[in-house]
């Protein structure tokens, strides 16, 4: 019987020991899990207060935000009324239509007049350019009228598509430009002057003027470029620019009774008589209810600036109509008053210096069939690419 007691009570006392260590290794786990609970519960706590910060700054960006809306839907408001109180711009355009052969100056000569700011060492050779120049601003009652120069420079290997553009378009000013050598020409070149003779014969001159071009164009400008191919004083490269290209002015001057009719001599590359271009284009095109104080100013400007030793610094007299005598006509002077009479006085005439006299009696005229003279030798100094 005792043995029978003692195996019951260690029996018992192990279930006891047991249940001990079940109960310890419970405690040992819940202890653990109670300690990742406060750890999460403190990070909870920090998530918490930075997500509060947050949304205080969010709350505050948001209430900067609506002022700054309302601030900008003010100022969208307001702009909009004082918008509303502007006149508005009305455009007017004015097209200008450059012709001639290829490698005559054609887009040099035009962006010296339209865009002076222009590189002209990056140019090359195109089909068609248009070029924009605004002339002036004239406010009226209710509306700015934006009087602009849309230039239309057209290849010398599209005159075709030019005239198209003749027919079709109103064209307000005619530009014509010849030279009086290629590219690299040192001196003037005849064959050169007779290519372009037979493009613009009295033919192609009939076509080019036909009555429908003839009721929207103002002016056309004969621009005979590259003079500083000729040798002698300012007034003689003119005469010889002007005998060599004797055909065409005549043809030209059949036109004059119904369009004003220009001729110029000069150089694009150096800048001769191109700025007489723009105040003509303004006298002749634009009316004189488009002109402005800025305007008035850049015509001033451009007949008072000195541009070198430029072959024509005077403006050339108009065609008169053809003489029924197979001479070439002569250049009669307008009697029209230029703007440039009105702004500015006309220059006093300036006594030529002793080399210049020295220079005129020294150079003759070359008539346009006899040979070319060598220019005189200029100290080595070589002419730049036109």
């Known amino acids: 019987m005792f043995p ?28 653990r899990e109670l300690e990742q609970a406060e750890r999460k519960i403190e990070l909870l706590h920090v998530e918490n207060g930075r997500l509060g910060g947050t949304l205080t700054a969010l709350n505050d960006e948001h209430a900067r935000a609506e002022s700054c809306l309302e601030y900008m839907d003010g100022h969208i408001k307001s702009l909009s009324a004082e918008l509303e109180r502007r006149p508005k711009i009305v ?42 120049r605004t002339v002036s601003h004239v406010p009226q009652k209710d509306v700015v009228l934006e009087h602009v120069f849309e230039v239309h420079d057209w290849g010398g290997e599209h005159i075709v598509e030019a005239v198209q553009q003749l027919i079709v378009d ?42 429908k071009t003839l009721t929207s ?29 004797a055909p065409l002015l005549e043809n030209l001057s059949r036109f004059s009774t119904q369009v004003s009719v220009r001729v110029l001599v000069g150089s694009a590359s150096y800048g ?16 004189k209810s488009a002109y402005d104080v800025q305007l008035l100013q850049r015509m001033k400007s451009d007949v008072s600036e000195p541009r070198g030793p430029a ?45 210049e006299r020295v220079a005129g009696l020294k150079s003759t005229i070359r008539l346009p069939g006899s040979p070319p003279k060598p220019p005189p030798p200029r100290g080595g100094e070589e002419r730049g690419e036109r």
């Open 311 to 355: 072959p024509s610094e005077r403006p050339s007299p108009e065609l008169p109509p053809a003489a029924p005598a197979p001479e070439p006509a002569a250049i009669a002077e307008d009697p029209v008053i230029s703007v440039a009479e009105l702004v500015a006085p006309p220059p006093l005439p300036r006594a030529a210096s002793t080399s």
């Open 91 to 132: 455009r007017k355009t004015y097209r200008i239509l450059t012709l001639g052969v290829k490698a005559t100056g054609k887009t040099s000569l035009t962006l010296k007049w339209a865009n002076p700011l222009i590189d002209l060492g990056t140019l090359e050779g195109t089909k068609f350019e248009r070029y924009e």
């Open 170 to 211: 109103e064209i307000h000013g005619v530009l014509i430009v010849v030279d009086l050598g290629g590219k690299e020409a040192k001196q003037f070149e005849q064959s050169r002057i007779q290519e372009q003779l037979q493009e613009f014969q009295a033919q192609v001159l009939k076509f080019l003027f036909a009555p």
């Open 272 to 287: 001769h008589s191109t700025h007489l271009l723009f105040s003509h284009f303004v006298e002749r095109i634009l009316p």
């Open 217 to 245: 164009c103002k002016t056309v400008v004969l621009f005979i470029n590259k003079s500083d191919l000729l040798a002698g004083t300012p007034a003689q490269v003119e005469e010889q620019a002007k005998k060599l290209y």
């Open 4 to 31: 029978v007691v003692i195996i019951l009570i260690a029996l018992v006392a192990a279930c006891v020991v047991g249940v001990l260590v079940l109960i310890g290794v419970r405690a040992s786990k819940l202890a």
